[in-house]
Structure formats: C-alpha cells, structure tokens
C-alpha cells in the first residue's frame, strides 16, 4: 500500500516524460535517391530535389586550418540529380545560435570534435557552421519539421550536425592519400590519377577534387540516400565533375 506522504509527492510533482522528436521510418520499398523513375510522393523517405549528398572537405594550408594530420569539413550539401542546387530554402529557419543549439541538445562532445576539425578559414567557427546549416541544411527536405513526430524546434540543427561529423569520420581523406604514398608536402607534386586512386579505393566511387592553383584544396564525395538523410542507407556515387579548380568567384560555398 502506498503511504499517504508518497501519494501526495506524486499529485505535487506529477512526473512528465520527455518525448523523443523522431523521424519515421521509411518503407524498404523506397528508391535510392535520384534513381526512381517515378514520382516518389513520401518526401521524408525520399531526399528530393536534393538527392545528391555531398560530403565536402577541406585541405587548408594558407592559413593552416585544424589537425596536421587530417582534413577538416566543409558540409554537407543536397545537390540536385542534375548537379545543380537549392540554397537557403528556408528563412524561418536560418539560425545564428548553431553553438547555443548543440549545448541544448546536450552535444557537447559533438561540439568538441567540430571544434577541432569543422574550421573556418577565418577563424570564425560559429559563423561557418551557421552558413553551412543555413545555407545548404535547410534544403535537406526529409528532416523539414514536418516529418518529424513530436517536433522540438531545432533538433533537426543537431541531427543534421552529428550526421555530416560521422560522415567525415569515415572518410579520412588524409589517411586514404597516406595509405597510397600522397603525403603533403610542397615539394612533391603527385598526379590527379594517383590522388583520385587513392580516394576512389576508399570511398568506391571517384570524388571530385579541388585545386587552388597547384594546390589540393578540397575534395567532394557524392551519395545517393535511401531513406532520410539521417537514418537512411548512404550509397557513394561517382563525382558528376572529376575535377574542379578553386576560383576567386568561389568554389567555396
Ligand atoms: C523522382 O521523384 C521526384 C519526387 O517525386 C520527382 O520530382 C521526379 O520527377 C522523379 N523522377 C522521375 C524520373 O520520375
Ligand atoms: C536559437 O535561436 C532561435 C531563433 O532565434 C531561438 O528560437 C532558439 O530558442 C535559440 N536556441 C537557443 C538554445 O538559444
């Protein structure tokens, strides 16, 4: 029998149980990002326009940016099937608190790791993680608020984050360039068959790369999604473009 003090505790702090914000999971029957060839009417199974999810990376050497041993992100961007792309598709949703955000979602270790290997060339993080949420995050259509069961405002900030770190994480460019040889090194030019070797035979597909002048500057591996953007299977597709150069009118985006 429950005591007459415990009864009256649990009337004055009536316990209420968060609920997660989730998104729903999709039916095995949805086609890979930019390969149905119907419409596909569930656009939060189904990255559209976007299909195209490019991880996108930095080699920084003027000023040097991050770890002496490792790339550092740029994003994570939904190209449309044509290789054209959306950008800043939704204003109500365009932030400049991404570091208040993150802390309030208790990702702070996730904080921790962008610190050190999400760098703005500027020195301005904040501003660069805004820029790339705002930017390219808010036209990743299957994580829109709608899709999400019980929504708490800006969750989607912090999935979306936690989903391009652990990405990066399985791409360590620097490795996969060491592994074949490709160590940086201003004195040593290697061809773009031995870099785009070396990172085909990571990723199983070719990446675009990116030189700024005679210098590796970037590299763009390519998905296809099925399912949402954050739960569903990435497939590494082949670069649209082999090969870019990095212009003063801006590669960089
Ligand atoms: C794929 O699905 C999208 C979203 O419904 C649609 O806009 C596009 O036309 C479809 N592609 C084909 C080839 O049917
Ligand atoms: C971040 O900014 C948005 C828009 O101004 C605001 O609604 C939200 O409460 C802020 N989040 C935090 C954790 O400060």
Redesign the pocket.
Known sequence: MPSKQSTLFAVMYPITLAVASTLPSCPSDIPLSCHNSTAVSNSCCFNSPGGSLLQTQFWDTDPATGPDDSWTIHGLWPDNCDGSYEQFCDKSRE???IT??L??QDRSDLLDYMSEYWKDINGDDETFWEHEWNKHGTCINTIEPDCYENYE??IEVGEFFEKVVDLFKGLDTYQALADAGIIPDSSETYTFDEIQSALKKMHGQEVTIICDGDKLNQVYYYYNVKGNAIDGDYKASAAREFSLSDSADGIRR
């Open positions: 932030y400049s608190n208040k955000i802390k309030s405002p800006q």
